[in-house]
């Protein structure tokens, strides 16, 4: 069952049916989100979607199907080129799901009035926790925004439409004092002042007002219960279930032997383990003897290379990989003999094919329990469906440095994938101790008069990624950050140098996108 509810600028026009036939069910001339709980209230496990009146031509209701693969799905769509929230959130929003594209299904907790669907499970679930009676875009950033980390799944979804309307479509822009009453409401405190602060050192406009305001609302609750939501796709992303490992080594002979142990006691066993053996001493063999000596359940593919560095590596795994499925592992894991396994149904659950595990070190207190979706990625602890490496690549530009594993995740995301937290599959990473033979790695700023700040590559992963004022609001954190570590000494002269070293960061990080790799 479904109901698709027409609006102007958020006041219902008119409700259809899954037959687009009009419904008198349900009064028009409301607001949507007064409609949306009134509908939820007396239909249970139902799709509703909201479309704007000018979009109405362009409803792609066949896709809604493969859209909604499960309960906590929630996906719209903005064809605009602005969005409800000013640019300027990104003074204090870290994560990677702010600058969206638009091309693909992308994961995002930006949610549009102009056309979008979520199923009334979920706002039975929420409806206390949310205020029917703000505006309609600021009513459905707020709900995504505090359910997407509790495991409600969002996305921005092109599909939802047939085709890029023609006319030019407008969104409507909260005001500045909206865009600070979101930040008090769904950050911390500190996040309220630093953007008014961002305010006044990047557009050079004071704040005051908004900031008092503020004093009148309070942080909204996250303490949602979404579990309660049981999921099981529609999806069906896996055919047979054959799967590789990729291992990349270095000096770890004992650990390395010891996953080999575990992933032989797997009751889904992998088709091919691959480990890819690097030691940059000229005259060193492999002293892997064990791969050659004992009996493995599996195949084992093993290449042996002087050039050290784990993308590399991992590259040269990736070319090997023969199966459906790859996991991604690490040569000093542990993990129980249904990894796997676990991992399979958690797949076939939530119908992804990206996931990445639980990764602490075994001292290490497991803290959040909801499986949900991540801004980060793991490239000790994931598997992904086959096909995408043939289309991704560890950047070799993140070489002995940062960011790599955050740089491929985003690479998944920009293809369609979105990347999921299992938060019941673990996985231990014992972070043992370096072999000896590892040589130091000298970076090609390292003799620089002035050391850039942040690390070039994690300049480039932010320039790539980030808004602008992403990149603002995290130099201006960063600068916060070191000066304290500083001891506030000499602020003056402090900024000045801290202004060199950004300035050098992002030069080098330049040079490093314009490096060509064998």
Known sequence: MMFIVLHNDGVVSSILDEALEPVSLFDTGNPVPITLKTIAQTNRKTLVVWCHEHLKEHVNSEAFETIFHHERIFASYNPSTTDYLPKQLGYVE?????????????????????????????????????????????????????????????????????????????????????????????????????????????ERKTSVFSVLKCVFYKRLKTDFNLETIAIQSTKREIENKSIDVIIPTIG???????????????THLPKNVIIVEQNPQSNAVSELDYLLTEIWPFTIKHTFTHQPGVCNARNIALSQVESEWTLLGDDDNRFKSNLIESLFKAIEKYGVTVA???????????TFFKTAQTSIFGSGN??????????????LNYEFNYGEDSDFGMQLR????????????????????????????????????????????????????????????????????????NGFKNPIAFKKRFKKQWQQSVLWSQKLKQQQHA
């Open 94 to 202: 870290r994560s990677f799901f702010l600058k969206v594209n638009k091309t693909v299904t992308y994961p995002t907790w930006l949610m549009s009035s102009h056309i979008g669907g979520l199923n009334t499970e979920v706002l039975r679930n929420l409806t206390r926790h949310l205020n029917h009676n703000e505006s309609f875009d600021y009513f459905l950033l707020s709900l995504a925004k505090r359910a997407m980390v509790e495991g409600l799944f969002c996305y921005s979804e092109h599909k939802l439409l047939t085709s890029k309307p023609t006319e030019v479509i407008t969104t409507p822009q909260a005001s500045k004092q909206e865009l600070f009453k979101f930040v008090r409401q769904h950050y911390k405190w500190v996040w309220v002042i630093f953007l008014a602060w961002c305010y006044a050192i990047f």
């Open 252 to 266: 770890r002979k004992k650990y390395l032997y010891d996953v080999l142990q575990d992933l032989a006691k797997q």
């Open 356 to 366: 990445s595990t639980v990764y602490l070190q075994s001292h290490e207190a497991q």
């Open 382 to 395: 994931s598997i992904i469906k086959s096909e995408l490496i043939q289309k991704t690549a560890f950047n």
């Open 414 to 485: 920009h293809l369609g994938e979105d990347v999921i937290f299992l938060a019941d599959v673990s996985i231990t990473h014992l972070k043992a101790p370096m072999g000896g033979y590892r040589t130091k790695i000298k970076q090609q700023w390292e003799d620089a008069a002035i050391q850039p700040k942040p690390s070039p590559t994690i300049q480039l992963l932010y320039q790539t990624y980030f808004t602008k004022q992403q990149l603002l609001g995290y130099k201006l954190l960063l600068f916060l950050k070191l000066l304290k570590a």
